[in-house]
């Protein structure tokens, strides 16, 4: 071991912290934390949840090599490919992701202790399914005791559901800016009214939201006071109430402009045909070079699942939440996907926000040098947004080592529609106006047109 980078998303957290090394992503357990991680792992919690695919696993490594201080323990997790966040999830990964984090809870219990924080940042994607990946949120159960991260579960997950659901599925980008989770008042005075009448919603967001503004001023120790003495069997119904409440949270999918994209083109079944196998001929053998392909512009993920085919670890990301939807409830049927389904608007992506802006990492630091993939994507950044191809080739260096991009003429129904509504104002968008632009950062490995399309594919490699 060499070089080490402190992870700085868990300064907060005394129990111990995450760093990096040589590409590898461990966790220092600190002493004051012994107890509670002697407690996870000699009772069987630990391969309780490992078993049932809960927990990531881990394997403690020599002390020695480390030089932090209070180290009790160094442990390297199993490695998540890539790092996401609640604010790029869909509607049913958010609930997925809380329905983890109370299994993980739930199980907890069983063997004497109770999760002290239940933040959305503790659950990641790996193979398709929601994993919870902080080992040190364990603590022990002292019975009479509330759950100490029942507000921060109400305010990660039982908010950003409600809100979804019952107001506008945009909401979820609130996340974005409470990175604590969503105030429970805030949550509250925006829900209907009628919510006040489910009485999951009344509980555990408008009752809740009345009791955090009646003992605000109220000193910790005064509260400790008058906090009710909670029994175990108390503790387990809160839970099952706390469950129900996310279970009944549904979404009717609705129809959005690009959520049924592939049924309202102009293609014919011979250029899709077409267009599918060249996909996967540019695709051969880069997988050696870029194991994780980032699908950008991905809709429902057709095109994704070519890549997963070639052993790709695919990050597939789109604007509409309609379409993520639907891709991540294909990928559920999947036992062991390698398709991760994103929200992520590329005109605004996710950028560095928290602590000095470095809590949570932007998407141009989670996407370095890998394999893009933009199919039908660089005409409504130019068009639709008036990004221009300059620009646009920049923002794909930054990102790609390899680039599938497909250019769409004006000819093309798809562009026609976008410029129906709007001044015609790109002159230089045309293919030989997209390839001047991109050969400053790219050279063309493969150029190819869809049959019965004006379409032109493209495998280019950054310069």
């Not at 990946?133 to 559901?161: M, N, V």
């Not at 429902?300 to 639907?326: L, M």
């Not at 802006?357 to 998407?363: A, C, D, G, P």
């Not at 947004?385 to 930054?398: G, Q, R, Y």
């Amino acid at each position: 071991m060499e070089t080490s980078e402190t992870n700085l998303s868990s300064f907060r957290d005394p129990s111990g912290f995450v760093f990096s090394k040589n590409g590898q992503v461990y966790r220092q357990v600190n002493t004051v934390y012994q107890a509670q991680y002697d407690h996870l792992m000699k009772s069987g919690l630990y391969e309780a949840l490992v078993k049932n695919r809960l927990l990531v696993s881990h394997e403690e490594i020599g002390i020695e090599d480390v030089t932090g201080e209070n180290a009790y323990k160094i442990i390297r997790p199993q490695q998540i490919p890539y790092v996401s966040y609640a604010y790029e999830w869909s509607f049913s990964q958010l609930k997925d992701a809380a329905l983890c984090t109370l299994d993980v809870q739930r199980q907890a219990l069983k063997y004497g202790m109770v999760l002290k924080d239940s933040s959305a940042y503790n659950i990641q994607y790996l193979g398709g399914k929601p994993i919870f990946i902080d080992t040190l949120s364990f603590d022990f159960y002292e019975e009479g005791k509330p759950w100490i991260a029942y507000k921060q579960f109400c305010q990660h997950f039982i908010a950003p559901l409600a809100l979804m659901t019952r107001c506008d599925v945009r909401l979820s980008q609130l996340s974005r800016v409470h990175i604590d989770g969503i105030p429970i008042d805030l949550a509250s005075e925006l829900l209907p009214w009628t919510t006040r009448f489910r009485y999951s919603l009344l509980t555990h967001i408008h009752l809740h939201a009345s009791s955090q503004k009646r003992y605000a001023d109220v000193s910790v120790e005064a509260k400790k006071v008058q906090a009710r003495h909670i029994s175990r069997l108390g503790f387990e119904a809160l839970m099952e109430s706390i469950g129900s409440c996310v279970r009944s949270l549904k979404w009717d999918l609705t129809e959005t402009e690009w959520g049924d994209y592939y049924n309202g083109t102009n293609y014919q079944d011979q250029a899709m045909a077409h267009k599918e196998a060249l996909v996967a001929e540019y695709l051969q053998g880069l997988k050696e070079k870029t194991p994780v392909l980032h699908d950008l512009g991905a809709n429902d993920g057709h095109f994704s699942r070519i890549a997963e085919r070639q052993g790709y670890t695919v990050i597939a990301q789109d604007i509409d939440p309609v379409a993520v939807e639907k891709n991540y409830l294909a990928t559920k049927q999947d036992k062991a996907s390698a398709i991760l389904p994103l929200l992520q608007d590329l005109t605004n992506p996710s950028g560095w926000i928290g602590w000095a802006t470095e809590e949570r990492e932007s998407f141009l630091a989670r996407c370095q040098n890998q394999t893009v993939m933009a199919l039908a994507l660089v005409h409504h950044l130019a068009i639709s947004n008036n990004v221009p191809l300059e620009k646009i080739s920049l923002f794909f260096a930054a990102l790609a080592r390899y680039l599938v991009v497909e250019f769409i003429p004006k000819e093309d129904s798809q562009v026609q529609r976008l410029l129906a509504t709007r001044v015609d104002i790109f002159p230089d968008y045309h293919e030989e106006g997209f390839e001047k632009v991109f050969a400053k950062q790219f050279r063309i490995l493969r150029k190819e047109a869809i049959r019965d399309s004006s379409r032109v594919l493209y495998l280019l490699e950054k310069s």
